[in-house]
């Protein structure tokens, strides 16, 4: 593949192949060649290698030019040469960056409604690591109001905290507490505390998402079964697998395809196994992770 900084050299060779010959001798990658005139060779090298070709042909009949600088080479020159333009579009990326910083937290306000709150969010695909504009904001503001007694909502993001206020009638009742606790995910079940309610798997097992893991009951010492709400939680390992493109093969090139699926695998990452593959004039990186996932209810 070719380098994203590279020279484009000509020489001037009364045989081309044989000049060919002496760079391959002397350890130079030649990514592109190509006859312009005769007696007249353009070739692409790395930047690096540029001063090294010049070096090769010193004191030979060869005649050895710099064309111009290719790719990235030649973009990052140009932007040198205009630091004003250089330093506008570096302050232009950060304030779209921090315009568009993902959400880290999210904190909700509400006397009785939280939960119905960050479910609203759920639904909307508000979360960790997702995006949220002003747009978003107004289409949440007005699910939260859609909500039973709510009678203001507000949803505010600065940086990367989205903040919700709901105010509700006096006499709003109080939600009642869910019965069961339901997996987030599929996963693998590594720890499970129940303190009211009954547990329906153990540590070890393989559940599927929505599958109940503690329900809302327990048995007298004569064996009825008395119905009450479940106070549990769980830790889930799940696996994420996905895919990413990359131009080049390289350790950053795989630290880059393992941060971007840890965002969106989401959770607390325990393991990772990365391949990767040629892919047209690219690599793909395949990641699959396993995270920790967390689940509750009515329990902090």
Request: hydrophobic share 45%.
């Amino acid at each position: 593949m070719t380098p994203l900084f590279c020279d484009d050299v000509e020489i001037a060779a009364s045989s081309p192949p044989h000049a060919l010959e002496m760079l391959a001798r002397a350890g130079v990658t030649v990514y592109r060649a190509e006859r312009i005139a005769p007696g007249r060779l353009k070739i692409r090298v790395k930047c690096k290698e540029t001063k090294k070709i010049f070096a090769i042909f010193r004191g030979s009949c060869y005649t050895v030019k710099k064309a111009e600088r290719a790719r990235l080479a030649k973009a990052c020159a140009r932007a040198l040469r205009r630091p004003g333009a250089l330093i506008g579009a570096a302050l232009f990326t950060l304030a779209a960056f921090l315009v568009n910083v993902p959400v880290l937290r999210i904190d909700v306000y509400a006397p009785y409604s939280a939960a119905a709150a960050r479910q609203v969010l759920a639904d909307a695909g508000v979360c960790p690591f997702s995006l949220c504009d002003a747009e978003k904001e107004e289409s949440l503001r007005r699910a939260l109001l859609a909500l039973p007694g709510v009678v203001f909502a507000s949803v505010e993001k600065e940086g990367c905290v989205l903040t919700v206020r709901l105010q509700e009638e006096e006499d709003t009742p109080l939600p009642s507490p869910a019965r069961s606790l339901t997996a987030p995910r599929a996963g693998v079940v590594e720890e499970l505390t129940v303190l009211r309610g009954t547990a329906l798997v153990s540590e070890g097992d393989a559940v599927s998402a929505g599958q109940e893991l503690a329900a809302g009951y327990f048995l007298t010492e004569e064996g009825e079964k008395r119905e009450t709400f479940a106070v549990a939680r769980c830790a889930l390992l799940c696996e994420w697998s996905g895919e990413f493109y990359s131009e080049e093969k390289s350790g950053a090139a795989e630290a880059g395809a393992l941060a971007a699926a840890g965002l969106a695998a989401g959770g607390e990452p325990v393991s990772a196994r990365t391949s990767v593959r040629a892919e047209g004039e690219g690599y793909v990186y395949e990641v699959t992770l396993t995270v920790r996932v967390f689940a509750s209810v009515n329990m902090e």
